[in-house]
Structure formats: structure tokens, C-alpha cells
């Protein structure tokens, strides 16, 4: 495989001086033992240098199959590098569902785990929250294991662990009995109604996501997911003033509804409904970069109005903004440790260089929030900053510490977020 690897929007080339592409936990481990620098990659969906390396990178395509099933256990094991869209559908065919999807299938276990990747949804924590167990290579090129509850204070640090751990192999995540969703896009909500009931219309669904375009100051679309086997919600979006659609929407101006799962109330299963974008078509916009920041939830409509302060710089470079819900987690470099979250979310136009002015702006309009970033996405704002945010930052850099001494799985990313 060429070693001038891109990530998944063409925005960042990899300086790896070689990719291996493993098919065996044999060969991964020989690859790690003989590296100084090596680095796993998933998919390659993050916009920033957090899976890159210069030595060895191991992509993980080929470390994609479904090891086993423990329905007594409600738990599935899964190779690292399998994309949500394969288990997906192995499970479905189990009568089995995993508790919450991204908003694309199309990235890998592993690498959405390591990012504590998220959907949305009041009760719903991010994927990561899902994993009950982990296998990985470790920097002598051991495999060690991991399972909820042998030893939750590593745990807690091992899992949302930004790849600096060792290289997973497999994991194990929880799963439940297949349930239906169906999907519904309001339009319209008047941006101010945030302001008392926000609660409320975030609570009005299983999972729901606002999208917000800054062109005026209303919530363009707001899809509520709702699932069937549990009460309907006892408000939608059009008792706040919305307007249910009638017609399929691509969350993206201008984007393909095809690419888009199914809506306007027809249900389906979990896996077709709770990502917005259909495996095997292109998610989102392709041509763009993405920020994320994650604040309390208890100050969403302060952090929202902060933002549309600068609405007008932010409308000529994004495509839309996503706002959602994840429930808190213990997880200690997860964005939602210990806090109900709600993340703002920007995708942006392919512009690096406006799209890089604008960040420090948004940072400094959400830091009276201590917003913490999305690992995978771009952001400006210095380490110190960043540690300041994280109770648990000193004992995740003496774990990394003791399980990588000589730093193998460090990059330029981890060695500015880890000084
Ligand atoms: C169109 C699009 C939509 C997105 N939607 C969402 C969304 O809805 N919610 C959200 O939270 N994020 C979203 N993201 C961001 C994305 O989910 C994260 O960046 C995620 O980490 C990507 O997974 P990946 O498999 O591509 O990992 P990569 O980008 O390849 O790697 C990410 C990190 O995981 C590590 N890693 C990967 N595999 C392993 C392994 N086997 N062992 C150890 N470490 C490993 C890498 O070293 C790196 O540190 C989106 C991205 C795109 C492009």
C-alpha cells in the first residue's frame, strides 16, 4: 500500500514512512514489537494528525471480522477494524442491536471508540460507552486484556484512550435485542425557543439532532428519532413552532437525499435509521472539514446564543452545524466525563484557512463553557487549556506513561496534548 495515505476528506496526508495492512493479531504483534513508532489507524474519518506516525502505521481494514456472540451475555466481539455498517449487519440478522449509531456507518469499532465518537441523544452515551471489553497489543508486543470490571480505574482510562495505549485488536461491546426507529424532520424552529425548551426538544425522541445553517437565526432542521418500542413523546418539534416536513431532507444544503437514511415517519430497523447517512453512499458533504465541541448540557442555550454571535463569519464557511445530546460517562478522556453533554458540532466548507481563523473565535466564545474538543475534528485551543478540562488528565499521562515508556504510540499529537 502507498505510504502517502490520505485521511477520509483528503484534507491531511500521512507522513508514515510505511502502512502495513495485518491480517492476523500475529502480524500485528511482530510489526509493533520490531517499531519505534507505530500508530493503528480505523477508517481514517478524523480531520486532524491523531492516527498518523512516522514509523509503522497498521491499518486495521483487513482485522474486520465478528469473532463471537454471547446472547446469554448480550455481548458481541468484534475485531478492531470492522466498520459499524458490517456489524450492523450481522447483528440485525441476530435479532440484535447495538444502543446508538454516529452519524455514518462507515467508520471502524476501534477507531470511534478511541475518539469516544457519539449519536445523539439525552440518555444515549457515545459509542465507547458500549465496550465491556478490549484486546490489545501492547508496546512489548504482548497482547494484554481488559474487561469491565476486573479493574474499572485502568478501564476507565483505557478506552477512550486516543490510541496511545497499544493497538487494539478486538473489543467487546454490548448489544441489545433489534428495536425500530422512524425518523421525522421538523423545519423551522425558531432559534430563541432553545432558550426554555431546550430540554424538551432534545428529550422529544430516542435521538435528536438539531441542524443549524446560521443563514437566519432559526434551528433549520430538527430530526427526532424515535423508537418504536418505547412512548411516543409527549411533544414534538411543531409544538414549539417548527413545521413537520414533508419531504425527505439531506441534513446538508444541497446534499443528496439519497445518500440519507429513510424519514418521514416510515419505520425501520435501528441500524437504517439512527445514522443519517446510508452505508455505501457517500456521508455528509465529502468536500469539508469538521470542529466539535462538547459543553454541560445545562448551558447549551448560553453556548448557542455565544455562538450566533458570530453567525454571520460562520455562515459563508460551513455547510451546516449539528447540535446533540450524549449522556455522561467515566470515561477519562472521553469529552463527557462525568457530564451530561451537548455537542456543537461544525461542518465545514473545505476552506482550511478561514475555517482554522474562525476556531480560536469559537473557542474563545465557548471557554467560560470549559468546552472540550472532539479528538478526531480540528481545533485550536492549546494543551494547558485542554488539561485544565479533564479531572482525570494527570493519571491517563501516568497510564500512558507506564504502558508505553519509550513512547512508541506517540505522534506530534499526542506528544503537544501529553507534555
Ligand atoms: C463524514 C463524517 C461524519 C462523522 N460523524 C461523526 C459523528 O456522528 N459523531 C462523532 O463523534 N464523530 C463523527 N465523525 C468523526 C469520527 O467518528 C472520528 O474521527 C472517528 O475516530 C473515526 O473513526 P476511524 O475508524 O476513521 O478512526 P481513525 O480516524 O482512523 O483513527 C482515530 C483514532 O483512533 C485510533 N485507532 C484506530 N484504530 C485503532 C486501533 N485498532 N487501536 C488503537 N487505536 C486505534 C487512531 O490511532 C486514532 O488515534 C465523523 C467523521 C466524518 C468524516
Excluded at 440518555?123 to 501492547?138: A, C, D, K, M
Aim: a negative charge.
Amino acid at each position: 500500500m502507498s505510504a502517502r495515505l490520505a485521511n477520509w476528506s483528503h484534507s491531511y496526508k500521512f507522513g508514515a514512512a510505511r502502512v502495513h495492512v495485518p491480517e492476523s493479531e500475529e502480524q500485528v504483534q511482530a510489526i509493533v514489537s520490531q517499531s519505534d513508532r507505530v500508530k493503528a489507524a480505523g477508517t481514517r474519518h478524523s480531520f486532524n494528525e491523531i492516527a498518523d506516525t512516522s514509523g509503522d502505521l497498521i491499518s486495521t481494514e483487513r482485522l474486520n471480522r465478528v469473532l463471537s456472540l454471547n446472547a446469554s451475555e448480550g455481548t458481541v466481539t468484534v475485531q478492531a477494524g470492522i466498520r459499524y455498517g458490517e456489524l450492523c449487519q450481522f447483528l440485525e440478522a441476530e435479532g440484535l442491536a447495538l444502543h446508538n449509531l454516529a452519524s455514518l456507518p462507515h467508520i471502524s469499532v476501534a477507531g470511534a471508540v478511541a475518539t469516544a465518537t457519539h449519536g445523539s441523544g439525552v440518555l444515549n452515551g457515545s459509542l465507547s460507552s458500549s465496550v465491556v471489553g478490549i484486546r490489545s497489543v501492547s508496546a512489548d508486543g504482548h497482547i494484554s486484556s481488559l474487561n469491565l470490571g476486573d479493574d474499572s480505574l485502568v478501564f476507565g482510562g483505557s478506552v477512550v484512550a486516543l490510541g496511545a495505549l497499544g493497538v487494539v485488536i478486538e473489543l467487546t461491546l454490548k448489544v441489545e435485542p433489534s428495536f425500530a426507529v422512524t425518523q421525522n424532520v421538523f423545519e423551522n424552529l425558531p432559534f430563541d425557543t432553545l432558550d426554555t425548551h431546550f430540554d424538551e426538544i432534545m428529550s422529544g425522541g430516542y435521538s435528536v439532532s438539531l441542524f443549524i445553517h446560521w443563514d437566519q437565526p432559526e434551528v433549520n432542521q430538527v430530526w427526532v428519532k424515535a423508537r418504536a418500542d418505547q412512548p411516543k413523546p409527549s411533544s414534538d418539534p411543531s409544538d414549539f413552532g417548527a413545521i413537520r416536513a414533508t419531504r425527505k431532507h439531506s441534513p446538508v444544503p444541497d446534499g443528496d437525499i439519497e445518500n440519507c437514511t429513510d424519514q418521514l415517519g416510515i419505520p425501520g430497523p435501528w441500524f437504517d435509521r439512527l445514522p443519517h447517512f446510508r452505508m455505501g453512499f457517500t456521508p455528509s458533504s465529502g468536500e469539508e472539514l469538521q470542529t466539535e465541541y462538547f459543553v454541560d448540557r445545562k448551558d447549551a442555550w448560553e453556548a448557542l446564543s455565544a455562538v450566533n454571535t458570530i453567525r454571520d463569519q460562520i455562515y459563508p464557511i460551513i455547510h451546516t452545524t449539528e447540535v446533540r445530546c450524549i449522556s455522561a460517562d467515566s470515561y477519562w478522556m472521553s469529552p463527557c466525563y462525568e457530564r451530561p453533554s451537548v455537542a456543537i458540532h461544525f461542518t465545514w466548507k473545505k476552506d482550511p484557512i478561514r475555517v482554522l481563523g474562525i476556531l480560536p473565535k469559537l473557542e474563545e466564545l465557548l471557554s467560560p463553557f470549559s468546552a472540550r474538543p472532539h479528538w478526531g475534528k480540528l481545533f485550536s485551543m492549546p494543551s494547558d487549556t485542554i488539561q485544565a478540562r479533564y479531572p482525570k488528565y494527570d493519571e491517563f499521562r501516568r497510564l500512558v506513561q507506564s504502558m508505553d515508556p519509550t513512547g512508541k504510540f506517540r505522534n506530534p499529537y499526542l506528544d503537544r496534548l501529553l507534555r
